[in-house]
């Protein structure tokens, strides 16, 4: 709840590129506040001059953060509001901030998003993968043996991947990429995303790293990486998630939209219980119907 008299804390997205994609309440915001705190103070104060704003600027950024955060609160909590920007994209997203927003929210202010770019996101909505998951997974470890660890936790991962990566490390977590997820994953670069640069490379991993290592341009400006999710595992042996070919699962959700909750939670203990009796042994020889339909050649079907 917000603390009566308290200013605002907000969080103001800020363009990745294109200057024509700062949004109308954003440059309002940024007018109107008090100071805004950004990573980079020169950096900003040119955005700034373009939009002809005139708000007095402090730094916050990852080495003073924790110092800076104690007085912007307090100057909020006095009645001040203030916002927070990144060098560009949304602050607190592999950006300085987070440590801003937490004490704020700590102390019972109110902070609020001014939404708008996001190279993660814009790259996200280009990539040609599935959207409807993703794991964003900002800056993966420098260092290729931490880079490869990381990349083997990952393998097994169904969702869509989100990289931000540095464009002299791309052709390495590329050819990382293609070993530890195999070479035919179906993947995305986007460079340059807004910028007059801008390109996004498609094709299998094995295919953009082989690009990127002949292709000098490949690896100049930034860089956001979008890698298609780990195939879902086929159900070889038909045991499905339920380990009953998903039998049991069907048998549930149809309880569910038929009868009345208590009486289909009841039938849904039942048939999980018999089916549980069922795996630890109770089945009739030679019976091959999934549970918990067993089969009544045997004598032993679902309720006997
Ligand atoms: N907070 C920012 C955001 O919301 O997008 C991200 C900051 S992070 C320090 C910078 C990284 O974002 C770059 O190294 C790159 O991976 C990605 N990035 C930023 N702008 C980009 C652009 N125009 N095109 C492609 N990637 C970009």
Redesign the pocket.
């Known amino acids: 709840m917000k603390k009566a008299d308290a200013g605002r804390l907000y969080v103001v997205?800020t363009p990745?590129?294109n200057l024509g994609d700062m949004s109308p309440r954003a440059r309002e915001t940024l007018q109107a506040c008090s100071v805004i705190a950004a990573e980079d103070t020169r950096h900003t104060g040119t955005l700034l001059k373009a939009f002809g704003i005139s708000t007095p600027l402090v730094s916050l950024h990852e080495h003073n953060e924790a110092q800076r955060a104690p007085d912007l609160i307090q100057r909020i909590q006095g009645g001040a509001s203030i916002a927070l920007v990144?060098d560009?994209?949304?602050?607190a997203?592999?950006?300085p901030g987070f440590g801003l927003v937490r004490a704020a929210a700590a102390a019972g202010l109110e902070v609020v998003a001014v939404p708008g770019?996001?190279?993660?996101i814009a790259?996200l909505s280009i990539g040609a993968q599935p959207t409807d998951r993703f794991s964003f997974e900002g800056f993966l470890p420098a260092r290729g043996s931490a880079r490869r660890a990381r990349l083997q936790v990952l393998a097994s991962d169904t969702r869509t991947l989100v990289f931000?990566?540095?464009p002299h490390r791309v052709v390495d977590t590329l050819a990382d990429c293609a070993a530890e997820f195999g070479a035919e994953r179906p993947a995305t670069v986007?460079?340059?995303?807004?910028?007059l640069h801008e390109t996004t490379y498609r094709g299998s991993l094995g295919e953009l790293a082989a690009h990127a290592a002949a292709d000098g341009d490949f690896s100049r400006g930034?860089?956001?990486l979008i890698v298609g999710g780990a195939p879902a595992q086929t159900d070889a042996g038909g045991a499905g998630a339920d380990g009953h070919g998903g039998a049991l699962d069907r048998v549930l959700t149809v309880l569910l939209e038929e009868l009345p909750l208590k009486q289909a939670a009841r039938l849904a203990a039942i048939v999980e219980s018999r089916s549980h009796a069922e795996d630890s042994g109770d089945r009739g020889a030679g019976c091959t119907s999934p549970a918990p339909f067993r089969c009544r050649a045997n004598k032993c079907s679902l309720g006997n």
């Open positions: 997205a990745i590129g990144s560009a994209g949304t602050p997203i592999s950006d770019p996001c190279a993660a790259a931000y990566e540095s986007a460079r340059e995303i807004t910028k930034e860089i956001v």
